[in-house]
């Protein structure tokens, strides 16, 4: 693992379906200057700047860390850009923190960002590479066949997909940064919006917003110069496996499980549900909740929809998934896997407003992406590991 | 700077001018298995790719290469949408943390299926300048001419064009191309000679830390210094006739007294703007290997200089060597590697 590291900053743009009001530049600086000031730092205390995005043909500007390298204050600087497909932006808050860990560097910014709204994300996932297979229907068609794959392997009752839409929504009207913040929000009104990939109805899945999140990371000295509580890095790690071979099981994929156990065993977590104190997952698709229950070790397999039905994974339940609103409430895609992990840290730091976990001492950040193939996670804590 | 890592093994494809029929992918999976032989390695502690989306038109041109790796059982694996000269970067870093040992890395390019000269465009501020719609020979035709107003001739220009084709020739990975002929402008002032070919290609480079890197290699060569600095995008603020960025990376990766050097220039005058830059004397050899104006294969390009300047390590025959990437408009983005035996 390195040396030890921690966020001291944190900064979020609120999600929106169009960010009109600002340029691509504009929006990345918003929740970079955020993150500094909650660090007490400007952008000269930067040694280095990563920047995290899905692919660049959902807006158009390819490598586009060239263009925006002055507004976010790397001129003169080292700059690095990351890009792993959905899990990009967990993945840039550890490329990031490699930076710090390898002893590269004291104070690193970190940003990711999408502004879906100049382009359809649907569309540029549909393009049809010659000799390749295609995902023609963006990325619910893709996924939807694996959800169904897990109702009939566990048997889950149809209503589970309904409870992670309802609860996720409930907790985004804590969260001020949230994007979709539907007051009354119901099962009813759940399954009264249409089915659009079955089992997966409109209010089941993530929306396409613009956003972006940032954080500064730091070295044990810099982290004991910070204004605000430090989260620390208990542990992090990636894991990828080939999107089509025969044998996958693209329900429960090995790589989440190795990135799970990689990760835990960094953080000396042996049983998930009890030592960590809240999480932060990507699911995009309401069912997920209970796919990922299973797929990071928080129940046996099979087990996870009864955990979601049991109110566990609740704002008040004993282990809760996504007090922020998670990827349903908010989803700038490229943004959306360091949102997870910004709002992990944000937990441990106690600064979540709204929406904190009370007491909240461990906190897992996760992303996948890809064809469920590649995923990013770590774990923060209040206490220097 | 903690540990010692060393570049112990490179391989690259025997890349071409035109479309040869080949994915992205099957261009790629020779090299990693060329790689691995010749390591003997299988499974790698950390992996790390850099190519670009746009040269394909499609998403994810990386989640189909890593079909090349096997990344089965699941794998350490990230990627990044530069050169895979960063990609290397990045898994030095990762090296740096002193839990795994070996990182493997790759970087791809199939230029010949799009228009490169446009997709560069792309690249720029997308309110601003890319709407103007300069092509990449446009714009470094702007810094080739910042270049020459600061005291250089377009001989000078040529003489690097005819030394790279002719170490192009000499060099069985690189393009057969002849000696600059009198042929017009392509962009004022630059000629055709002086701009990169269009080339199909793949690279792969191994890195090993400490005795792991012994074991592999007789000769690795270690990285002694690398660092990558960028500089403003707009080509208005800029002194194009310089490379700020390039004379600030080398000179954190401590760029003295190398024999010779590998350098990204994609242009003429990039490379003598960057020899300037990174302040090589004037007995360094240059782009031995013919450089990018002998075979460019797009975000593989600044890892085969890193590469290649490994391999005078490697074979014995040099003991201090230099690599550079480049990346953004007119240099705007520059990384040195500086390699020991």
Known sequence: ?385 | MSRDVAVVAFAQTKHTGEDAGLTEVELLAPVITEIKQATGLNRFGFTCSGSLDYLAGAPFSFVSALDTVGAWPPISESHVEMDGAWALYEAWVRLQHGDVDTALVYGFGKTSQGSLREIMTLQLDPYYLAPLGPDQVSLAALQARAFLDAGHKEDDLRAVAARSRAAGRANPYALDLPDPADEGYEVAPLRPHDCAPITDGAAAVVLAAGDRARELSGHPAWIRGIDHRIEAHSLGVRDLSRSESAALAAGKAGARDVEVAELHAQFSHEELILREAIGLADDVRVNPSGGPLAANPVMATGLIRIGEAASWIHRGEARRTLGHAASGPCLQHNLVCVLEA
Not at chain 1, 227 to 235: D, I, K, R, T, Y
């Open chain 1, 1 to 385: 693992m390195g040396n030890p590291c921690a966020v001291i900053g944190v900064g979020q743009t609120e999600y929106r379906t169009k960010r009109t009001d600002v340029s691509i530049a504009g929006l990345v600086r918003e929740a970079a200057l955020r993150a500094l000031d909650d660090a007490g730092l400007t952008f000269t205390d930067i040694d280095a700047v990563v920047i995290g995005k899905a692919p660049d043909l959902f807006e158009g500007v390819m490598m586009p860390e060239a263009y925006l390298a002055d507004a976010l204050g790397a001129r003169g600087k080292p700059m690095i850009r990351v890009h792993t497909a959905g899990s990009v932006g967990g993945s840039t808050a550890l490329v990031a923190a490699s930076l710090v860990q390898a002893g590269v560097h004291d104070r690193v910014l970190v940003v990711a960002w999408e502004k879906q709204s100049e382009s359809n994300a649907t569309w540029a996932l549909s393009t049809h590479p010659p000799l390749s297979p295609t995902i023609v229907v963006g990325a619910g068609g893709y996924f939807a066949p694996h959800i169904r794959a897990y109702m009939r392997r566990t048997g889950a009752p149809d209503h589970i997909g309904t409870l992670v839409a309802v609860k996720d929504r409930q907790n985004a009207l804590k969260n001020p940064y949230a994007h979709l913040r539907i007051p009354g929000i119901s099962r009813e009104m759940v399954e009264s919006t249409p089915m659009l990939w079955e089992p997966i109805r409109y209010l089941e899945t993530c929306p396409s917003s613009d956003g972006a999140a940032a954080m500064v990371l730091a070295s044990e000295d810099a982290a004991r110069r910070a204004p605000n509580p430090p989260a620390w890095v208990h542990g992090t790690a990636m894991r990828s496996e080939p999107i089509f071979f025969a044998g996958r099981d693209t329900v429960n994929p090995q790589a989440g499980k190795d990135c799970a156990a990689d990760v835990y065993r960094q953080a000396g977590i042996t049983d998930p549900r009890r030592e960590l104190d809240c999480a932060e997952v990507y699911v995009p698709f309401s069912w997920y909740e209970p796919m990922w229950l299973e797929n990071l070790g928080f129940c046996g397999e099979g087990e996870g929809w009864k955990l979601t039905e049991s109110g566990a994974t609740a704002l008040d339940g004993d282990i809760p998934w996504n007090p922020s609103g998670g990827v349903l409430s908010s989803n700038p895609i490229g943004a959306s896997g360091l949102i997870r992990f910004a709002e992990a840290a944000l937990q441990v730091r106690g600064l979540a407003g709204e929406h904190q976990v009370e007491g909240a001492r461990r906190a897992l950040g996760h992303a996948y992406g890809g064809g469920a193939q590649f995923y990013a996670m770590w774990v923060v804590g209040s206490d220097r590991p």
